[in-house]
């Protein structure tokens, strides 16, 4: 009689242990996110062309470099198993994100590729209002046309106006608006300059340190997510408008108050 508990034991376990087993099989409604390439340069060059061409208004030629930055996540078709959540869970490197909340649930690949890069024209064009709305120009006299179109996505907003006064106005007195510095980013950005919010922040800047970047700007409500995994020696730059961006980045330059996220 006194085995018997253990028998009871053993016989539970059985199924838990089957259950398990049929789990790590069983794919899953994630994906795994990882940080993804930060190369793209909006002052600079993509594909042997310039990211940021304009026309109708003389243009200066920039120092420094504003870099978006991007995750590279699993396909919205591809099986993510209970040992890919687990692995990824507990590495500093990867996120385990719900699929819905990165694709849109119910779309092909081909469907889904079509509305990211639609967000991306729209992102583009929300930017080349923004810029010259906060200029003070005319979009009937100045032409904007911005050259990434097979990076989706609307995250690159913020850094493309940033980008587009930099090649206008720098800093409004003859020097750059990044001061010579690798500066990276991320946010949205809305034609009246609100700067909104965006995923994989913390994968975001864990790229831009790995490849140079020492400045990172960053929607004022992520700042948690931001500083989570923040590389050493990189400064985080918060901010809800485009007006605090441009301000930010010139106090940077001068050796001003900068504002910072909360420790």
Not at 79 to 94: C, I, M, N, Y
């Amino acid at each position: 009689m006194p085995a018997a508990p253990t028998r009871v034991l053993a016989v539970c376990a059985a199924p838990v242990v089957a259950l398990l087993a049929v789990a790590a099989l069983v794919p899953l409604p994630f994906v795994i996110a990882q940080p993804g390439s930060t190369t793209a340069n909006v002052l600079g060059l993509h594909k042997d062309k310039p990211v940021i061409t304009i026309s109708g208004v003389p243009t200066r030629e920039t120092s420094g470099q504003l870099r978006m930055t991007t995750i590279e996540a699993t396909g919205p078709d591809t099986e993510v198993g209970l040992t890919d959540v687990v692995d990824s869970w507990f590495r500093r490197d990867r996120a385990v994100m719900p699929r819905d909340a990165v694709y849109p649930p119910g779309q092909s690949d081909t469907e889904i590729e079509k509305h990211n890069v639609a967000e991306m024209k729209k992102s583009q064009d929300a930017a080349a209002e923004a810029a010259l709305r906060y200029l003070h120009r005319s979009p009937k006299d100045v032409k904007v046309e911005l050259s990434l179109a097979d990076v989706g996505g609307p995250s690159a907003g913020l850094l493309f106006t940033l980008g587009i006064i930099d090649k206008i106005a720098g800093d409004g007195r003859g020097g750059d608006l990044t001061g010579g510095r690798v500066i990276a980013g991320t946010g949205t950005i809305a034609p009246d300059g609100s700067v909104g919010a965006v995923g994989g922040v913390s994968l975001k800047t864990q790229a831009a340190g790995r490849d140079g970047a020492t400045v990172f700007i960053v929607p004022k409500g992520e700042c948690s997510e931001a500083g989570a995994e923040l590389p050493k020696g990189m400064r985080l730059i918060p901010v809800d408008t485009l007006s605090d961006a441009v301000a930010s980045l010139k106090a940077l330059k001068d050796g001003g108050r900068v504002p910072s996220c909360p420790a």
